[in-house]
């Protein structure tokens, strides 16, 4: 319902809110995975230099805290990367409308 009248938000009457489309679907279904999630099958990646303890777990807490630190930073430099650009096209902006 792209287009349609906006309405009026319950909570807020000044706020007037447009109406969306929805999918009746949640988006990894959408995205073309299926419907049948009682076919589904976890995709389970396993890492053969772990030695499984008694109890049958093989999870290292020190990788575990190392790929969560590299995942970290990993972010932290994309995201300071994205702000730097994001900060030149402003200022290309800027520069265009006194100019």
């Known amino acids: 319902m792209i287009g349609a009248a906006p309405e009026r938000h319950p909570a807020w009457p000044g706020l007037v809110r447009a109406r969306r489309a929805r999918s009746r679907r949640p988006q990894s279904l959408a995205s073309g995975a ?10 389970v990646i396993n890492a053969p230099d772990l030695v499984a303890k008694n109890d049958g777990n093989n999870v290292s807490i020190d990788r575990e805290s190392r790929l969560l630190s590299e995942t970290a930073l990993r ?5 300071s990367l994205l702000r ?3 900060q030149l096209v402003r200022s290309a902006i800027k520069e265009g409308r006194t100019g």
Do not use: D, E, M, Y
Request: net charge positive.
């Open 34 to 43: 299926g419907t049948n999630l009682r076919a589904a099958v976890p995709n």
């Open 75 to 79: 972010f932290n430099l994309a995201s």
């Open 84 to 86: 730097g650009q994001i």
